[in-house]
C-alpha cells in the first residue's frame, strides 16, 4: 500500500472560487485516503518548497546553536502559553514506553505580543509560515467536510481561534540530529511511535527519510518526502469526530543505518480545535464519550512530557 497524491489544484491558496464539482471530486478522494490509510500527499497547495526551505534554514540556525543559547526560549518558559518554545532531545518520549526521542523542536503556537522569540527574522518567517499553515488546513477542513456529506462550516466552526490564546494549534520545527549509534539506548528512536492528538497535521518533510505509518494491515510503509507536497494525516479528535470514519494511524521515525550520520528536518502544523470546544460523534452516536479539545491535548501533552 502507497500513502495516496492528490492534485489540490482547484482548493490551492491562490483560488478565491472554486466550483462545487471540484469540491466534492476532492472530497471523495480525501474521504478514501483518511478512511483506508489516515495520510495523503497533497501537491499543488499554494505553499512553495522555497516557503518551507526558508523556515526549515532559519530553524536549523537556531538548533546548531550552542545549548546556552537556546535554554531562554525553553518550552514551558512562557506563562500563558506552556507549549510554546525550545524542546531539548530526549526531553520529550512520543511513545512513553521507550527512552527520550532523539530530535530537537521549537513550538510556534502563538500570535501573542508578549512572546519572545530568538530573533524578529525567526519570528517572522515562523508565524509568516504559521499563517500560511492555517489558511490551507481551513481549507482542507472543509473539503474533509464535504466529502463526509456534513454541512461545510461544521469542522471550521471548531477552528475560530487558531493562533490566539484559546487555541493549541502548534507548528513545529523539528530537527533530528546526527545519531551515534553506540550511544543510543535501547530501543531509543529518532520519534517513537505515536497518533497526534487533534484535528489533522500538515507535514514539510526534508530529504531524509525515515518517516512510517502503520496500516490498517498492521505493516509500516514508508512516507518518504515528496518534494513540493505537504502529507496531511487524521489525528485523535478527528477519528473521535468522525466515529472511526477517519483513521487516526500510528507513526513513527526510525533511526538512520548505523554510521549514517545524516541530519533530518521537518515541520508539522498541529491543527487542534479551540480549546473549549466539545468533541462529540458526528453521526449522533455514542461510539466516544464527549471530550473538551484543551483538556485531550493536555492530557496527551503531559504524556509525552512525563507530567503524568
Not at 472530497?27 to 478512511?35: A, C, H, Y
Not at 545524516?262 to 466516544?288: E, H
Request: with cysteine; net charge negative; proline share 6%.
Amino acid at each position: 500500500m502507497n500513502i495516496p497524491v492528490i492534485d489540490f489544484s482547484p482548493c490551492n491558496l491562490g483560488e478565491n472560487s472554486v466550483l462545487d464539482e471540484h469540491i466534492v471530486d476532492l472530497g471523495r478522494q480525501l474521504k478514501s485516503s483518511f478512511t483506508e490509510i489516515g495520510f495523503v500527499y497533497l501537491k499543488n497547495t499554494g505553499i512553495t518548497q522555497e516557503e518551507v526551505e526558508q523556515v526549515m534554514d532559519i530553524s536549523k540556525t537556531f538548533f546548531l546553536q550552542p545549548v546556552e543559547m537556546k535554554v531562554p526560549f525553553r518550552r514551558g518558559s512562557f506563562a500563558n502559553f506552556p507549549n510554546h518554545g525550545w524542546v531539548s532531545s530526549e526531553a520529550e518520549s512520543l511513545n512513553p514506553r521507550r527512552p527520550g526521542d532523539l530530535k530537537e523542536a521549537f513550538n510556534s503556537m502563538s500570535f501573542h505580543n508578549d512572546i519572545h522569540w530568538p530573533s524578529p527574522a525567526f519570528e517572522d518567517r515562523q508565524l509568516s509560515f504559521y499563517q500560511r499553515c492555517r489558511e490551507l488546513s481551513l481549507r482542507v477542513l472543509r473539503v474533509m467536510a464535504i466529502g463526509l456529506g456534513l454541512e461545510p462550516e461544521v469542522f471550521l466552526h471548531a477552528h475560530r481561534h487558531i493562533g490566539g490564546e484559546k487555541n493549541g494549534t502548534t507548528l513545529r520545527s523539528l530537527y533530528y540530529p546526527p545519531v551515534n549509534s553506540e550511544l543510543v539506548k535501547e530501543d531509543q528512536l529518532r520519534c517513537g511511535e505515536h497518533s497526534d492528538y487533534g484535528s489533522i497535521t500538515l507535514v514539510f518533510q526534508g530529504q531524509a527519510g525515515g518517516l512510517q505509518v502503520l496500516s490498517t494491515s498492521g505493516e509500516y510503509i514508508p512516507a518518504p518526502c515528496i518534494p513540493g507536497t505537504v502529507l496531511i494525516n487524521i489525528a485523535d479528535l478527528m477519528q473521535r469526530w468522525t466515529s472511526d470514519h477517519f483513521i487516526s494511524a500510528i507513526h513513527r521515525v526510525l533511526l538512520p543505518p548505523a554510521g549514517d550520520s545524516s541530519t533530518r528536518q521537518s515541520l508539522a502544523f498541529f491543527v487542534q480545535p479551540d480549546d473549549d470546544y466539545l468533541i462529540t460523534c458526528c453521526d449522533g452516536s455514542n461510539k466516544y464519550p464527549a471530550v473538551k479539545s484543551g483538556d485531550y491535548l493536555n492530557d496527551r501533552l503531559a504524556a509525552a512530557h512525563g507530567d503524568s
